[in-house]
């Protein structure tokens, strides 16, 4: 009995690690393709509009 207690709380213990490691290694990954989708879209509008003025400003 106090093998498969022990056995249990080791199995506990390590799917809570690798939970919490998980969490770790996907939040950056998470994070980086938010702030990337931001940039492209700020920098799709940006350059439309310029492409926008230069077209509007010809003479």
Known sequence: MLAFYTLRKSLQT???L???SK???EQPAVSFLV?????I??????????VF???CNRE
């Open 14 to 16: 390590t799917s809570a």
């Open 18 to 20: 690798s939970a919490t």
């Open 23 to 25: 969490q770790c290694f």
């Open 35 to 39: 702030c990337s989708l931001i940039f």
């Open 41 to 50: 879209e700020y920098y799709y509008k940006t350059d439309i509009k310029n």
């Open 53 to 55: 003025k230069l077209y």
